[in-house]
């Protein structure tokens, strides 16, 4: 019998008991050992529980606990649950969590002590939920290179773009149906913008690329900008907006990654990804494109996610699995201003016809698209590949010239 | 050093050496230990090759090297293949295989094997080519109940399906197609018969359930009587024709599988599975609907699914991986004629009103389907979940009152 502890006992941590005992005999069967739980961490009271006799609100009598080999950290933030992870790992034992902010900030750091420990530091329900991805980019794909790893990976604001896309609501009215539905929180800024969304494209990346790529390296952009004109002309372009995390190795070494909204061509795979669901595209030289689907959220799907993880760790007592990346710096990434897209630019005007000739002037270019009851002030294009730097450049331009940009919005490859 | 030997030089298997010798380096790392291929076991010659000088003829050259701890199989075909892996196994050789066939007719018997000498038998390859599939379901998914797995597992027949689909060719067209471009082989039989696709879910389905389940228990039909008119209607009921393989469990705690054409509606992530792409659907009790989509065959895509397997087990040179299914009987199995489903039927017949009148009286709750350009003497409907016994009755009682039926597809509820 192999003794765990549960750290927090909120939404995943309640799910990680439940499916604890509820699959209990399928699980040991997995496991080859039993699994007790001998604690859990929370500060608030839980009476009346069938378990209410594990509760503690003492941290030291896990961590002096010798018998307890396995840790579940699912409290969340970064403190206290860094110390608790970092004091866990030092005295020998696993941790496994869903903790995205933890693991995208202080990784290098506790993977770096697992290793010396000779220990595990598992973090599957980090990313896309109930969504199988850390492992199998760290296992399956051994044998590739990774080229570029593309995701939706923030159900709340897919679910907004959708309601946006679909029924035409108003990104104020659709952040207000997700709030009622419990899909956002009341506080909904590490959803729509992008914090999520980027703390989980820095792990994807550090695992895919070995190097840590800490969260302020990455150009983060919301999608509390996004107006349902823009969503009218993402789709006589032929496409959506979505919400995308990706990284992609360039040709001198360093990354191109970012999380912002994107037009994205109906034919991809992403495209169809709707409503509360997360996608992610793995792109490996020698599997080609693969897709994940799932929801990347929610109590059950996290929390069996947090539970394969105790599985694999009570399995790999003694033998450590492979989940590692160094530290990282800046010099990593590529600066935004210096990465290179086509984009999308909508713009006011009073004088459209010589806005068209100084857009074609400075986007030699750029194609013109249309949308139906489109103000008679009103212009939209799309350019070929430039550098941020240029984008914002011209725009200047623009603007000098009495032409406004509304928006601007980049034209993913997917 | 970890010495291996790959058993076969064909498509897959030149890929695996390919895969091995090119990315060296990274394996290597992620490994903790160099792979060194010793043997190249094939009746053929392959001069000039920069690793000529690795190829034997015989079999007793690896199965006697203490050396050789990992062996591929990636001859295909039951034999030799089978005596070759038993003997490896016997030998305390781990074995990993890119081989559906095997793994469908003799997985129980070397995964038993395997068990008992302590070593691996993997098979990551054999089901989704280059797309993780047996992991995630033996690990990632250890805390959940399958309820169902569904999946297009054929990328053959699904590009014949898309031609006819999007391009209105004929099931003879996108055959021939499909094999000018090397997607089908010569003699197509096991592709477009379903029997390809029956071996992936058989093996799916002993993984998910814990027994194994011989392809001679599935109902096993393939697409080469699908028509043109059958792919209209499925587009006006608001869906496409699939070949899907599928296995859920029933109340009774036997299996409903299937390898079979089916109506699926529009809106589900298998219905945008195109081309030469595979999808598959996995439904657990706490992740919910799960999908992992990419090219399911291909040289590198299946060579680097073997490759992964290959560096998992000289990681577990010692500990063995959990991946184990018992010995299994026809007992499992929902025999075909009870299982449940609503159906398709398009019928032809010299007086519509009677032969209206007829279904409505067979089929009370029948919906009427309509094809832009249908023949005078057509008629299709839907119809309600009946069981196929029932179905078969009430289609006998059709072609007596000279209604003929001319096609009968499963309807998905997927």
């Not at 037009?263 to 490996?284: K, P, T, W």
Request: charged residues 25%; negative net charge; glycine residues 8%.
């Amino acid at each position: 019998m192999v003794q765990v502890a549960v750290m927090g006992h909120g939404v995943v941590g309640s799910g990680v008991v439940e499916v604890l005992l509820n699959h209990c005999d399928s699980i040991a069967k997995r496991a080859k050992e039993e699994i007790n739980i001998k604690y859990i961490l929370d500060i608030r009271d839980f009476p009346g529980l069938e378990y209410s006799d594990k509760f503690t609100k003492s941290f030291d009598d896990i961590l002096n606990d010798e018998e307890v080999r396995v840790v579940a950290e699912v409290m969340g933030g970064v403190h206290p649950a860094y110390e608790f992870t970092k004091s866990c790992l030092l005295a020998g034992k696993s941790v496994v969590t869903s903790n995205k902010e933890l693991v995208a900030t202080k990784g290098a750091e506790l993977l770096e002590i697992a290793k010396e420990k000779n220990v595990n530091y598992l973090f599957e329900a980090s990313v896309g939920g109930g969504i199988p991805i850390i492992r199998p980019i760290s296992q399956c794909l051994a044998a590739n290179e990774v080229i570029e790893v593309a995701g939706i990976l923030n159900g709340t604001t897919n679910f907004i773009l959708t309601k946006m896309i679909k029924d035409h609501m108003s990104f104020e009215d659709a952040l207000k149906m997700a709030q009622e539905l419990g899909y956002a929180e009341r506080n909904p800024a590490a959803d729509v913008e992008g914090h999520d969304a980027c703390r989980k494209i820095c792990i994807l990346a550090s695992l895919s690329y070995g190097k840590h790529i800490y969260p302020e390296l990455v150009h983060t952009q919301g999608i509390t900008k996004i107006t349902l004109e823009d969503v009218a002309y993402a789709s006589s372009w032929g496409g959506v907006i979505k919400l995308i995390g990706q990284v992609k190795k360039l040709d001198d070494g360093t990354l191109d990654i970012s999380v912002e909204p994107m037009f994205i061509e109906n034919g991809s795979q992403l495209a169809s990804v709707d409503d509360v669901f997360n996608g992610i595209l793995v792109r490996g030289d020698a599997t080609g494109d693969v897709v994940f689907y799932g929801k990347g959220a929610g109590k059950l799907p996290t929390a069996s996610a947090v539970v394969a993880d105790i599985i694999d760790c009570v399995k790999h007592l003694k033998a450590r699995k492979y989940l590692y990346w160094a530290d990282g710096d800046a010099s990593l990434v590529k600066p935004y201003e210096k990465t290179e897209y086509p984009v999308y630019i909508r713009v006011e005007t009073a004088d459209k016809k010589a806005a068209s000739e100084k857009i074609l002037a400075l986007f030699p270019n750029a194609r013109f698209i249309v949308r139906s009851d489109a103000p008679e002030n009103e212009l939209a294009f799309v350019t070929e590949s430039l550098t941020v730097d240029d984008q914002s450049k011209a725009a200047a331009e623009l603007e000098k010239n009495g032409i406004t940009v509304k928006s601007k919005i980049r034209i993913s490859d997917l």
